[in-house]
């Protein structure tokens, strides 16, 4: 919370922004925090071993447009399928399933890197770990 906290002070673009923590079992307190919303950007992995799109299916109930960053092959393409497309179809609401970190922030923290240092950083190598 407080490095999302010192980056909104930095950026008067998210000034809107908020972050919210929440139990993701507990669809309530999920969509007491997701109404009124313009986006939900899920990060709160793990998304490992997850069956159930908790803060997907809390979105859709409350019209809420939706990303997330979920790295688990089963549950995405679940989320893909006819069930859940439908669903988002049928409320009008965006949701971008698996965004993802690599190679989506990746990449642009290295153009970030490259306008810093004001030159091509040439070839990037990442690792996991």
């Known amino acids: 919370r407080e490095r999302f906290e010192e980056a909104r002070n930095r950026t008067p ?3 809107r922004c908020r972050f919210v923590e929440v139990a993701l079992d507990d669809k309530e307190s999920l969509c007491d925090a997701i109404r009124g919303a313009d986006l939900v950007i899920h990060t709160a992995g793990p998304f490992q071993g997850k069956t159930i799109p908790q803060v997907l299916d809390a979105a859709l109930e409350c019209g809420v447009a939706y990303v997330d960053v979920c790295d688990e092959t089963e549950l995405v393409r679940d989320v893909k399928g ?9 409320v009008g609401v965006p949701c971008v ?3 993802g970190i690599w190679p989506g922030i990746s990449a ?3 153009r970030d890197a ?3 240092l004001g ?3 040439g070839d990037a ?4 770990f």
């Open 97 to 99: 399933v698996s965004a």
């Open 13 to 15: 673009e998210l000034g």
């Open 119 to 121: 030159s091509s950083l």
């Open 125 to 128: 190598e990442y690792s996991f």
């Open 82 to 90: 006819p069930k859940y497309d439908g669903r988002a179809k049928e």
């Open 114 to 116: 490259e306008d810093r």
């Open 108 to 110: 642009m923290m290295a």
